[in-house]
């Protein structure tokens, strides 16, 4: 009884020591690979991360501000790229770096509808969770426009820099000085009505109904009726693309403003300074749907 006990003890001895040995062997193979596959880092990476503003918003094309860091040690981005960045910033990094600041085409998220609670009518009352995802798997949200904006501001939520608000009326606002179009509203809205577009351009579609004709304004005082004097005022700059009209590039540096003077609904609008500015038809005295009520969101 003894020996096999004594048996037993030496076998669990050599099976610990065998474990024991394969560690090593492992943990030094390890090391050495490790050394040999390692990539240096490059020493200017800690600063680089240091002076950038380390909210990951996405808005300079990158997933993360490690990976822009990487970028622009790499050469494929330029400091401008950070919206985030102040001016002095972006130049001291450019300085850092040894390279030019670079010029990126500012962007801002914009909003494809105009129909707020005055002027877009809701055919029942959403009783539920108070996001915008929830009411759009409930009968779209409730709205008589199936495609306009629900008003719960999942939107403003998502927003880290304060550049979205609900207004009284229950649509968002956006204050493009503040954007860095880093696009979390555009992934937040349920029915895809943000859109990061170029900050200079003045011209802004602000409805999505892809449908036609006068009695839309039954749904959505502000809706387009795909009257097409919009693009006809304007065909260097504006098609028609299905019922809605679509920014196209031009050669020309000017964007015509009177390609929103005779839209009868102010579904077309003139920004400047992210100021919202109606065409004249617009802005003139009419009779407004009685579901859609009075007054008009400037």
């Known amino acids: ?4 006990r004594g048996a037993r003890r030496v076998s669990v001895l050599a099976a610990v020591a065998v474990f024991a040995v394969l560690a090593a062997l492992l943990s030094t193979m390890l090391v050495l690979a490790e050394r040999r596959l390692a990539v ?6 800690h ?11 996405g808005g300079c094309g990158e997933p993360s501000c490690r990976a822009f860091a990487e970028a622009l040690i790499a050469g494929t981005a330029v400091p401008a790229a950070c919206s985030v960045s102040s001016a002095a910033t972006q130049r001291r ?8 600041v670079g010029v990126v085409e500012r962007r801002v998220a914009r909003l494809a509808c105009a129909g707020d609670d005055r002027t877009a009518p809701r055919l029942g009352n959403y009783h539920g969770e108070r996001t915008c995802s929830a009411a759009a798997a409930v009968a779209a949200g409730g709205k008589a426009c199936a495609w306009g904006c629900l008003g719960f501001g999942d939107c403003e939520r998502v927003c880290d820099f304060d550049a979205i608000r609900m207004d009284a009326h229950s649509l968002p606002v956006v204050d493009e ?5 880093c696009g979390d509203c555009v992934r ?9 577009v170029p900050a200079a351009e003045p011209l802004w579609v602000a409805c999505s109904n892809p449908q036609a004709g006068s009695e839309l304004v039954e749904v959505c005082a502000v809706a387009c009726t795909a009257c097409g004097k919009c693009v006809r005022d304007a065909p260097d700059r504006l098609v028609m693309d299905g ?15 009177r390609a929103i003077d005779r839209c009868p609904t102010g579904a ?21 749907p009685e579901a859609g009520r009075s007054g008009r969101a400037t």
Do not use: Q, Y
């Open 47 to 57: 600063d680089l991360i240091e002076a950038l503003p380390g909210v990951n918003c």
């Open 1 to 4: 009884m003894l020996r096999h």
């Open 40 to 45: 240096a880092e490059d020493a200017r990476l």
């Open 268 to 288: 077309i609008l003139w920004i400047h300074d992210g100021r919202r500015e109606l065409g004249h038809a617009a802005r003139e005295p009419r009779a407004w």
């Open 188 to 196: 937040a809205c349920p029915k895809d009505l943000f859109h990061l």
């Open 177 to 181: 000085a503040l954007c860095t179009a």
């Open 243 to 257: 019922n809605l009209p679509r920014l196209i590039a031009s050669e020309s540096d000017s964007t015509p403003r």
């Open 93 to 100: 990094i450019a300085a850092f770096l040894g390279v030019d």
